[in-house]
C-alpha cells in the first residue's frame, strides 16, 4: 500500500522553495506598503496646496497689537509660572482688559491649584441659530519656569486676543468661546490642575456641547535655513519640510476631520506654508498642548503651532524672549485663522 500524501505536503514538493520565499517575502512587502498607503490616507493626507512664493507685506496696524501683547506678555511682565501666582494674576487682569477694550464681557474660572488659585479668563460671542453650539478657541498664558515665555506662549495669547478682537461685534450661528488657560506647562501638565482640563471637565459635567477645540500654541518662530526643522520621528523628514518656515496643523487620528477642515480654508487663504497631519496621540508633540484636554472629553480639537521644541531654540529657555519672535509671520498666521474661525463658527447647512 503507498503511503498516503497530504495536499500540503504535495504542494510542497511541486512547489520549489525558493518560489516559497519570494512569495512570502512578497507578501510580506506588499502587507507594508497596504498598510503605508493607509497611513498616508488616514493620517498625512491633507488638501489643498501650501502657500509659495513671496508674501504680501503685512499691515502696521496687524502687527502692532500683536506686538504690543507679546511685549507686555513675555518682556514686561515675564516669567508667570505656577510657582510665580503673582506674576500669574498680573497676566490674567492684563487679558481681562484686552477682552473689556474689545467690548467683551470676560470672566472667571478660578480653581486651587498647588497651593495656590489661579483663573482660565473667558470671554464668549454668543452664537445665534446654533448658539448652543460651542466653538472653543485657546492659548494658554502661562509660562514655564525660570522662562519669560515669549514664543511659548505669548504669541498664542496675543493671536487669541487679536481673533476675539475680530470676532466680537460679529454675529456667529454658533457660539465662539476665547479662552486664556492657565497651568498648561509643568507640572501641572497632563495633570487634573491643568487649566483647560478643568475647563474641558466642566463642560462635560454641564452637558455643553462642544463641537470642536483649536489650541493656539508657540505661534512666532520661523527659520528659513535647512536642517531646521526636526520632528519627533526619524523619517517625516521625507514627506515633510526640513526648513522650518511653515505653520502646522496637528491632532491627532481621532481628530482627522478637523484637521483637514481646518487646513482646506487656512490654505485658500493664509500666505504662509502650512502642514498638517493627525498622528496617532502616543507620538511625542501630538498632545503637547490644550487641545490634549478636549481630546479627553471626546472633543475634535487641533494644534496649531510653530511645532515648537522641534524648531524653536529658545523653547523653555531664559531666552524665549520678544526680540525673538517673527511678528510679521504671527500676523500671517493670525489673519489666516480668521477665515477658518469663521467657517467654523457658521458651517454651511
Known amino acids: 500500500m503507498r503511503n498516503a500524501v497530504t495536499p500540503t505536503s504535495s504542494w510542497r514538493r511541486r512547489v520549489p522553495a525558493w518560489k516559497v520565499r519570494v512569495w512570502v517575502y512578497g507578501s510580506m512587502v506588499g502587507a507594508v506598503v497596504v ?16 502657500f509659495e512664493g513671496v508674501p504680501p507685506p503685512i499691515a502696521a496696524a496687524d502687527r502692532a497689537e500683536l506686538e504690543l501683547d507679546v511685549r507686555k506678555l513675555g518682556g514686561e511682565i515675564g516669567e508667570r509660572s505656577v510657582y510665580l501666582p503673582a506674576k500669574l494674576e498680573l497676566a490674567a487682569q492684563y487679558i481681562e482688559q484686552r477682552f473689556t477694550a474689545c467690548a467683551l464681557a470676560p470672566r472667571r474660572e478660578t480653581f486651587a491649584t498647588r497651593g495656590t488659585t489661579t483663573s482660565n479668563v473667558i ?12 466653538v472653543v478657541i485657546g492659548a494658554h498664558y502661562d509660562s514655564v519656569d525660570t522662562s519669560p515665555g515669549a514664543n511659548d506662549n505669548s504669541t498664542g495669547v496675543a493671536a487669541l486676543l487679536a481673533l476675539a478682537r475680530r470676532f466680537a461685534t460679529s454675529k456667529p450661528a454658533r457660539t465662539l468661546r476665547f479662552v486664556a488657560f492657565t497651568t498648561e506647562e509643568p507640572p501641572c501638565f497632563q495633570t487634573e490642575f491643568m487649566g483647560s482640563l478643568v475647563h474641558a471637565r466642566g463642560c ?3 452637558g455643553e456641547d462642544i463641537v470642536a477645540m483649536l489650541a493656539l500654541e508657540t505661534l512666532g518662530c520661523f527659520r528659513d535655513d535647512e536642517g531646521s526643522q526636526q520632528y519627533p520621528v526619524r523619517g517625516m523628514g521625507w514627506l515633510y519640510p526640513t ?33 498638517g497631519a493627525a498622528l496617532p496621540a502616543p507620538i511625542p508633540g501630538v ?4 487641545h490634549w484636554s478636549f481630546r479627553q472629553i471626546g472633543v475634535p480639537a487641533v494644534m496649531v503651532s510653530d511645532t515648537a521644541i522641534f524648531r524653536d531654540r529658545a523653547y523653555h529657555t531664559v531666552d524665549d524672549l520678544p526680540k525673538n519672535v517673527n511678528f510679521d509671520q504671527l500676523a500671517r ?3 489666516g485663522l480668521v477665515p477658518v474661525i469663521e467657517q467654523l463658527a457658521n458651517p454651511p447647512d
Request: aromatic share 8%; hydrophobic share 50%; net charge neutral.
Open 204 to 206: 462635560a459635567e454641564r
Open 35 to 50: 498598510a503605508a498607503f493607509v497611513a498616508w490616507l488616514v493620517m498625512l493626507r491633507m488638501p489643498g496646496r501650501s
Open 333 to 335: 498666521v493670525t489673519l
Open 123 to 134: 470671554a464668549e460671542v454668543e452664537g445665534g441659530s446654533r448658539g448652543r453650539e460651542i
Open 243 to 275: 526648513r522650518g518656515n511653515f505653520v502646522a496643523f496637528v491632532g491627532d487620528v481621532g481628530s482627522r476631520g478637523l484637521v483637514r477642515e481646518m487646513l482646506d480654508v487656512f490654505r485658500l487663504h493664509a500666505a504662509i506654508p502650512s502642514e
Open 287 to 290: 498632545g503637547w498642548s490644550d
